[in-house]
């Protein structure tokens, strides 16, 4: 034994370090956490940095290394979940305020083999690693006086323990399952939680589907041959688009099933030679397909009949030779939009498959389209590369006579979206849009933010950076948006609106690859169902309750 140290780190971090912890994994490895807003993982065998751990905000207050998983907490309310090897799982918005103290607790802890040991590149490694994070609690403490139970999958917490009267510095869990915190207040608070199952995203399946990128997602609730069922369409750059047949508890009883299987393939249709670009699906069985050339196809089919080739829009009636970018129908079902890369927006009327409207006004690619009902006329809104959000309104009251007439064109009304960010030398791009409970319109940019415009006061009220790259899919339910991104990662935002407009993070889902489209139906009251593509052509099925 000396009092001397047997080895200094020096120059550790670049600002105090206020917190470490060993692991409790062979090979031992020590973790700090910093006010340079990095972790540090050190090799205690020759005390080496074996990688630095980035993406909080602010200074890291407080490391737990338990379950073979890196747990950290930081001055911005946040807590970060990373495996051993520095990867980041999941971000939990914890606290209002700083974070004092996280702990990992598990039922199973010391029985398996931890989660955050598995190996990445183990071809079992996402199933593992959900199933045993399925047993893991994360417990936190804060200034704002409260301790947090969360599982790292399910962003919001699962309980909320008040009671102490100031800050919570430190909390800890008993043999018998029972949490204690201590707090500022001069008291020691000994709690034993009844933990309900937490409400909120689930993966029901997921699947090969096609050859490269998935281009395009659609859901439509349908009844075939007597029997209620979820239809689900992709499309992808292979040029084909898949016809899905989609069974749940929540659409059919057990005596409808047609099969065990959740996902069935009904028809897959080779389409084009070149890429499909977007898909949309109608409550008559209908599939319409936009091609990288500026066609739109429409196809028909049944349970008995194989699909076949209604009507095809040539480019030369819609937008030109150019990309669609997006297909959709507007909240009443009346009208099929497109937007192109020719800087256009089209109105197609579903009667008569014509061209009703051709909206103008973009000087770059269109980058989406979506549209909001108030009852007696839908508003269209798109995003493009020209940084302009674009609002028009189509007056469906006209008789059918009227919407047969030849197509003109209207004028739409400019707002400018806000992307410069100081010190880039380039603004972003706009890429994708949704609209909210008819009363917001959510856009996605090219550096990972959602910007909310208020469609009433018509003034963006709020940009939020929620993931690391590229949003590239928006879609929502009730007062929620739904963002994908090129980072591998959907989330499910919670907009609400107190003193001003606030997003809460309360989903959570990692894919295989980055995420190329989303589309969401709903199954049953609060329920929803998420059909999700990839780059790497993977379909993934999950369900919001």
Not at 9 to 21: E, L, M, S, V, Y
Request: hydrophobic fraction near 35%.
């Amino acid at each position: 034994l000396t009092k001397k140290a047997i080895k200094t780190i020096p120059n550790a971090h670049k600002d105090w370090i206020n917190t470490c912890a060993f692991s409790n994994s062979t090979p031992e490895f020590l973790v700090t956490g910093s006010n340079d807003f990095n972790l540090k993982i050190w090799d205690t065998s020759e005390w080496k940095e074996k990688s630095t751990l980035k993406g909080h905000t602010s200074g890291v207050t407080s490391i737990s290394c338990s379950e073979g998983c890196i747990i950290s907490g930081s001055v911005d309310g946040s807590v970060k979940v990373w495996t051993k090897k520095g990867i980041e799982v999941t971000t939990l918005y914890c606290h209002t305020e700083r974070v004092n103290a996280v702990i990992v607790d598990s039922p199973s802890s010391g029985k398996e083999q931890a989660w955050g040991d598995k190996d990445e590149d183990d071809t079992g490694f996402e199933k593992k690693l959900l199933k045993q994070m399925n047993e893991v609690l994360v417990i936190t403490t804060s200034d704002d006086g409260n301790v947090g139970v969360w599982k790292p999958f399910v962003p919001n917490e699962i309980t909320t323990l008040k009671g102490h009267s100031d800050r919570v510095l430190s909390v800890k869990c008993s043999p018998k399952n029972e949490i204690v915190s201590s707090s500022l207040d001069g008291t020691v608070r000994i709690w034993k939680p009844e933990l309900p199952e937490p409400t909120g995203l689930s993966k029901l399946d997921v699947f090969e589907g096609h050859t490269g990128p998935v281009s395009g997602t659609a859901l439509c609730m349908n009844e075939i041959n007597g029997t209620k069922m979820m239809i689900g369409a992709t499309c992808g750059r292979d040029g084909y688009f898949v016809i899905w047949r989609i069974q749940s508890d929540d659409v059919c009883d057990s005596d409808d099933k047609i099969s065990d299987k959740l996902v069935t393939p009904m028809y897959r249709v080779k389409s084009s030679d070149k890429s499909l670009s977007s898909i949309c699906l109608t409550m008559k069985t209908g599939v319409l397909v936009g091609h990288d050339t500026g066609e739109i196809e429409i196809w028909r089919f049944s349970d008995t009949e194989f699909p076949y080739c209604d009507t095809r829009l040539t480019s030369g009636i819609l937008a030109g030779a150019a990309p669609i970018s997006k297909l959709g129908l507007t909240k009443d079902s009346k009208f099929l939009l497109a937007s192109s890369w020719s800087n256009q927006v089209i109105a197609i009327a579903g009667g008569n498959k014509k061209v009703y409207r051709r909206m103008d006004g973009h000087k770059d690619w269109v980058m989406d389209v979506c549209s909001s009902w108030d009852g007696k006329q839908s508003s269209i809104y798109s995003v493009g590369l020209d940084q302009q959000l674009i609002e028009w309104s189509i007056d469906v009251t006209k008789s059918k006579t009227q919407q047969t007439q030849q197509s003109t064109t209207i004028p739409g009304v400019k707002h400018k979206i806000p992307l410069e960010i100081k010190g880039k030398r380039e603004d972003p791009w706009a890429l994708t849009l949704t609209c909210i409970d008819n009363k917001y319109i959510a856009i996605g940019d090219s550096e990972g933010r959602v910007l909310v415009w208020d469609q009433a006061s018509k003034l963006f009220v709020l940009i939020k950076k929620v993931h690391k790259d590229s949003i590239t899919t928006l879609d929502s339910f009730d007062n929620k948006i739904v963002s994908g991104s090129k980072d591998g990662t959907l989330k499910i935002w919670e907009l609400k609106k107190a003193m001003d407009i606030q997003l809460k993070q309360v989903g959570h889902f990692y894919c295989q690859s980055s995420i190329s489209s989303l589309s969401i139906n709903q199954l049953k009251k609060n329920a929803y169902m998420l059909l999700v593509g990839d780059c790497n052509g993977y379909v993934t099925v999950l369900k919001w309750k």
